[in-house]
């Protein structure tokens, strides 16, 4: 199966020296043991003793290096904090901040240095080249050990998306992906229902109820990579529920096939209609813009990723309710992905690596993002805030192959132009012509 796959930035000399110092193992301190602690002398001389209980000998804990603190997110490091807590009689870990620019960089040069860090953050959509290249440690019996316990805590869709020819070569953590944040003292004033089938005819006449009522339904920002998120959702739901998906993130459903044209005619007839705020200005305007417009009450959806939902909620002073993307299908699908952990497959102790990030993905480390806000992959895990818990059980619908990632021409062509080109420069053709030219780079 294709998977995506993701260039990673040239990383500089002086950072791949700290790589080799960051995730370099060192010989353990030996440490005294307090039961043979006379010197070698004084032991020969007192040879009339009665013998004692044979004591046993001292344990030093192995040094595990985990590159997977995600201070971004928060309850990330307090997450690195209970896992180096309930490990702490066994393991001293140290948890390494990652660099997400340079992140590929770092993971391979770690690798090639013969030393790698025990564990490393990575996306379970993009470990694809990992596993080809035998850099990736197949943890499937691992999951499936004892009837699959471990494999049973964690999110189906999840694992799904780190599924490789049958094996599994990383373990889901976290996921993120679009949503909408939805103002329901606005609507309720405004008697606007918030339907639960949320397809896109729904969708549009909701728009046009907001509109009537003087707001705007949608807030949804074009800056970092997100002006393309109705497209990509729109072919990426219309292409799950026609059952093309694989096809269609692979580059085998090519631009004639209907689903293209419908999508993207959905799409400018939102904009059109000047249902995104600030109607004439949507293909520039910011998600700072964006936010402020909501927290303003005149947007009534504000368009962000599930990280970000509990605390954009927790700052408006109305009531918020989470909602999923509204579907051009009969099947719910959701663009987004999942941060995942995976072990390197030359790792000096396997055994411990597993256990380190089993006890990482475990209900009572990962109770501690999703306090944070962050929508986790344990199952068994339910999140007290009630924005958090919603996005969890949307997490279930997401899928993470798409078609613009076919190359990173056509994926740049998509966040940085195909929205501008749809709206304002000639329409579905346009974008429909740029798609097939990039398809075939």
């Known amino acids: 199966m294709k998977k995506i796959r993701f260039l990673a930035l040239l990383l500089a000399v002086l950072m791949i020296a700290s790589v080799f110092a960051g995730c370099a193992k060192s010989e353990p301190a030996k440490t005294e043991d307090p039961q043979t602690s006379e010197t070698a002398d004084s032991a020969k001389a007192d040879t009339t003793e009665a013998p004692t209980e044979e004591q046993p000998a001292s344990t030093e804990k192995k040094d595990i290096n985990f590159y997977a603190k995600i201070v971004e997110y928060a309850g990330g490091p307090e997450a690195c904090e209970k896992m180096q807590e309930l490990l702490a009689d066994k393991y001293n870990i140290e948890c390494l901040q990652v660099d997400w620019g340079n992140l590929a960089t770092v993971i391979r040069t770690g690798i090639a240095s013969g030393e790698p860090c025990d564990v490393y953050e990575y996306w379970t959509q993009n470990m694809q080249s990992f596993a080809d290249e035998g850099m990736a440690l197949d943890l499937t019996d691992y999951l499936e050990a004892d009837d699959g316990a471990w494999k049973k805590t964690l999110s189906a869709a999840g694992l799904e998306s780190a599924c490789i020819d049958g094996r599994y070569y990383a373990v889901p953590i976290t996921s993120n992906f679009t949503l909408m944040l939805a103002n329901?003292?606005?609507?309720?004033?405004?008697?606007?229902?918030?339907?639960?089938?949320?397809?896109?005819?729904?969708?549009?006449?909701?728009?046009?109820?907001?509109?009537?009522?003087?707001?705007?339904?949608?807030?949804?920002?074009?800056?970092?990579?997100?002006?393309?998120?109705?497209?990509?959702?729109?072919?990426?739901?219309?292409?799950?529920?026609?059952?093309?998906?694989?096809?269609?993130?692979?580059?085998?459903?090519?631009?004639?096939?209907?689903?293209?044209?419908?999508?993207?005619?959905?799409?400018?007839?939102?904009?059109?209609?000047?249902?995104?705020?600030?109607?004439?200005?949507?293909?520039?305007?910011?998600?700072?813009?964006?936010?402020?417009?909501?927290?303003?009450?005149?947007?009534?959806?504000?368009?962000?990723?599930?990280?970000?939902?509990?605390?954009?909620?927790?700052?408006?002073?109305?009531?918020?309710?989470?909602?999923?993307?509204?579907?051009?299908?009969?099947?719910?699908?959701?663009?987004?992905?999942?941060?995942?952990?995976?072990?390197?497959?030359?790792?000096?102790?396997?055994?411990?690596?597993?256990?380190?990030?089993?006890?990482?993905?475990?209900?009572?480390?990962?109770?501690?993002?999703?306090?944070?806000?962050?929508?986790?992959?344990?199952?068994?895990?339910?999140?007290?805030?009630?924005?958090?818990?919603?996005?969890?059980?949307?997490?279930?619908?997401?899928?993470?192959?798409?078609?613009?990632?076919?190359?990173?021409?056509?994926?740049?062509?998509?966040?940085?132009?195909?929205?501008?080109?749809?709206?304002?420069?000639?329409?579905?053709?346009?974008?429909?012509?740029?798609?097939?030219?990039?398809?075939?780079?």
């Open 184 to 441: 329901k003292t606005l609507l309720d004033e405004n008697g606007i229902e918030i339907p639960e089938n949320w397809t896109w005819d729904v969708f549009m006449d909701f728009c046009k109820k907001a509109q009537d009522a003087g707001l705007f339904a949608v807030g949804m920002g074009t800056d970092n990579r997100t002006s393309d998120w109705f497209i990509r959702n729109g072919l990426l739901s219309a292409s799950v529920s026609a059952g093309k998906y694989e096809d269609m993130y692979s580059g085998k459903i090519t631009t004639d096939d209907p689903i293209f044209t419908e999508v993207l005619t959905n799409v400018k007839d939102m904009y059109d209609a000047k249902y995104v705020y600030p109607g004439d200005g949507a293909v520039t305007v910011s998600a700072d813009e964006t936010k402020a417009a909501f927290y303003q009450q005149k947007v009534a959806l504000y368009a962000c990723t599930s990280s970000q939902a509990a605390a954009n909620a927790a700052e408006a002073d109305f009531e918020v309710v989470v909602l999923p993307w509204p579907s051009m299908g009969d099947t719910n699908a959701v663009l987004g992905g999942c941060d995942a952990v995976f072990i390197p497959s030359n790792v000096a102790d396997p055994e411990a690596a597993v256990e380190v990030i089993k006890t990482y993905t475990s209900a009572e480390v990962q109770s501690v993002l999703a306090e944070g806000g962050i929508p986790v992959a344990n199952v068994d895990v339910k999140a007290s805030n009630p924005v958090t818990q919603k996005a969890i059980d949307i997490s279930n619908s997401v899928y993470p192959f798409e078609f613009v990632a076919l190359n990173d021409e056509l994926f740049e062509y998509s966040y940085s132009s195909s929205l501008a080109d749809l709206v304002l420069n000639g329409g579905v053709e346009t974008v429909l012509a740029n798609y097939a030219a990039l398809m075939n780079n």
